[in-house]
């Protein structure tokens, strides 16, 4: 297979799906003389995206129709930090925060896994709880048919490698068209790009998919809140044996 011919497939298919993550909320500055408002900001954010939907529209590569995926090289799993929740949360559980961009893989006493994760575009994001229906290493990519009607070029399929977008795992949700996966381009990682999938680095795919079984629960939420990077107060002086509640 042509390398470069895979690697520009890529680049068309992460600079068809891009979009920046909002600034945060307090991202001012100055230019020059003049303040730069949060309102600048967003509005510059919305012209960029403008543009960049303009020079989509002259993208006409044709690809072959079937595309070799690539090597498939060892990856090796990456453990992910640990955090704790406020809330009780079935172990083995997954949840995906999309407007935090992170995956929750819940432990016993209140703690999960917190892996960073790309989320749906605009338009293409969404809520609700499935389970996961198979679990794969290297999958093929087979473009759905909308795809295919925003992007006539791409390939009917593309088996699994490192040329492919699906990365060195997949974790299908359901009898839907989503998926958890890697990407070989962890530039995406964080931000609202996808169509729908929710993106990991290929070292976390790989350490979720030694976790998860066929049948885990994945609950999708527009946000989660209950999350801390520090031990609460109260847990840390009950698992030391004292009680906050006790009177001296």
Known sequence: ???????????LIAWAGVMWPPPEVHAQGWEGSRPVFESDIERQQRELEAQRAERRKSYDVVYPKYMDGGERPHIEPEEPPI????????????????GGRMLYYVLPGQRAYAYPISVGREGFNWTGTER??????WPSWTPPPEMRRR?????????????????????????TLYRIHGTNNPRSIGRASSSGC????????????????????????????????????????????????SSQ
């Open 198 to 245: 929710f993106r990991m680095m290929n070292e976390h795919v790989v350490h979720l998919a030694s976790l998860a079984r066929i049948g885990t629960v994945v609950r999708v939420v527009s946000s989660y809140p209950w999350v801390s990077t520090t031990m609460p107060l109260s847990r840390l002086f009950s698992s030391l044996g004292l009680d906050t509640n």
């Open 151 to 175: 992007q006539p070029g791409l390939p009917i399929t593309v088996s699994g490698g490192i040329n492919n977008p699906l990365g060195a795992k997949a974790l299908y949700l359901g009898n």
């Open 1 to 11: 297979m042509n390398f470069a011919r895979a690697a520009s497939l890529w680049g």
């Open 132 to 137: 996961i229906s198979r679990i794969a290493s």
């Open 83 to 98: 955090v704790y929740l406020e809330k009780n949360e079935k172990p083995g559980t997954i949840i995906v925060d999309t």
